[in-house]
């Protein structure tokens, strides 16, 4: 703006000394006369006159550019920035910038060596060393170099605008060489630094559940739910997950008053999960409030029918008898009749009442449609207790051997099974990975041969009764089952 207003000034000046010649010459007539220093006089006409500026004009020009020229070379004597110099300023950016590109190319094909050369290149050239570092640091981290990659992340503390880089590399080896303290105190810095970054979050999270640090790990976690980086649902479920695993240390520390309330706190936040249930039902159980356990225990098992909700159940009333027990369950069994664990349930609370006959039709298709072990063995209590024959039992017990053992509290991240639910996975370090469901068969692991154990105990149609050939004729009754088992093969 102020360039703009001289500009307008010197336009102005102009004109009005335009103005001021032209008035002289039309008062003076067409000559001008100049004199110099008293003793010549120099007489010239209008257009000589304007001649004559022109050149003085062209004059001051030429004077101006030889001064500014005359700086200029001053300037380069003197070490400033002309235009010699920043033409080679910009050859060596350009060499700089094609080692760096060169340097990223190598690195993500796998050349750490020639990463690391170009990288140290690109920094002598660019004389900016953070991103040059960074390079350095992962390639010196592909080719297994991890002092040299640790003594970079070092480097790359001191400057704020890497220092989260320098920190999560350290984590990281921290992490790898089993050091998880460092790795957590290092961890919540680089948190601290960049609170939005997911991966520094997710380990955060697993470090702080790995050391029971319950609340600290429902921080991370709200602040992963604030981050985005997280749907709301599955942070009110894994919430409700770190509440339940806060509890059950809360217990364990002998405070049963504010166990009970964290319990209950989890269940809220998530009823579907069944860990949280159970404590809520259990701290209910304490406070003297059945009916709100038996509340909590059918909506639960409204959404996933589980053994353990049933035992949770019966704690309601522990001294009740076999048949009152059964009359109180049919509130349950009416949720999810058709469940199988539903049947199953059914059929156990009958065989404790003893009523057989309805334990089997309690159970229904289930030993052909879904043979699972607890079902081939229930099967079993059914046909001791209606009388039946020892094979015909020992004939169930061995398909249970064989058979799927059922829905099971498995690992989706590596299969492993656990006894109990756990918030982390024991093999894999998994946090909330555990889901009740049955293994495919491709993912059970049983002994070699097991599949042929029931033919060895003895087929239970064949054990149940002899076939109509063998009714028929006396010589063809199958041998008792004693002496097939003892009996030696001939020779």
């Not at 220093?37 to 010239?44: A, M």
């Not at 992340?153 to 590399?169: H, N, S």
Request: charged share 25%; glycine share 6%.
């Amino acid at each position: 703006m102020l360039w703009s207003l001289i500009k307008i000034l010197l336009f102005v000046a102009v004109v009005a000394a335009l103005t001021f010649g032209a008035g002289y010459v039309m008062e003076h007539g067409p000559d001008i006369v100049i004199a110099i220093g008293g003793y010549k006089e120099v007489q010239l006409g209008a257009l000589q006159a304007v001649l004559l500026g022109l050149a003085l004009l062209a004059a001051l020009y030429v004077a101006f550019k030889l001064i500014g020229l005359l700086f200029a070379f001053l300037k380069f004597l003197l070490g400033d920035e002309t235009a010699l110099t920043r033409y080679f300023n910009r050859n060596r950016e350009r060499r700089g910038y094609r080692a760096l590109s060169d340097a990223l190319m190598a690195l993500s094909e796998g050349e750490a060596r020639l990463a690391i050369a170009n990288a140290s290149k690109a920094e002598k050239l660019l004389q900016n060393p953070a991103i040059t570092k960074v390079i350095t640091a992962d390639a010196a981290e592909m080719m297994g170099d991890r002092k040299k990659a640790e003594e970079t992340y070092k480097l790359l503390l001191a400057d704020p605008k890497t220092r989260f880089v320098g920190i999560r590399g350290i984590m990281k080896q921290k992490l790898e060489d089993g050091q998880t303290d460092t790795a957590l105190a290092l961890a919540q810095k680089a948190n601290a630094l960049k609170p939005k970054n997911e991966e520094v979050q997710d380990i955060l999270l697993k470090l702080q559940a790995d050391k029971h640090d319950w609340k600290g790990a429902r921080k991370t976690l709200t602040s992963k739910l604030r981050a985005g980086s997280m749907p709301r649902d599955l942070h009110r479920r894994r919430d409700a997950v770190l509440a339940v695993s806060e509890a059950k240390d809360i217990i364990d520390a002998g405070n049963s008053i504010e166990a009970r309330e964290a319990a209950i706190e989890a269940n809220k936040l998530s009823p579907d999960l069944i860990p949280a249930s159970i404590m809520a039902a259990h701290a209910y159980i304490e406070a003297g409030k059945p009916r709100n356990a038996a509340r909590v225990l059918k909506k639960t098992w409204e959404m996933s029918p589980h053994p353990e909700l049933a035992v949770a159940f019966a704690e309601i009333v522990p001294d009740e008898s076999p048949k009152a027990r059964l009359k109180r369950f049919g509130e349950l069994a009416k949720i999810r009749p058709e469940d199988p664990e539903t049947r199953m349930l059914l059929a156990e609370l009958n065989i404790s009442a003893e009523d057989f006959p309805a334990a089997r039709r309690a159970l229904g298709d289930l030993p052909t449609s879904k043979p699972t072990a607890r079902v081939l063995s229930i099967m079993a209590a059914i046909e001791r207790g209606e009388g039946g024959d020892d094979a015909i039992v020992r004939g169930w017990l061995a398909k249970a051997v064989t058979a799927p053992r059922g829905p099971q509290w498995v690992c989706e991240k590596c299969q492993h099974v656990e006894p109990t639910w756990v918030p982390i996975c024991h093999n894999c370090g998994g946090f909330d990975t555990l889901s009740w469901r049955e293994l495919s068969r491709d993912e059970l692991a049983m002994p070699t041969g097991t599949d042929m154990l029931p033919l060895v105990v003895g087929a239970q149609a064949a054990a149940a009764a002899p076939s109509e050939e063998a009714a028929e004729d006396p010589e063809q009754t199958p041998a008792p089952e004693s002496e097939v088992l003892d009996a030696e093969p001939k020779k």
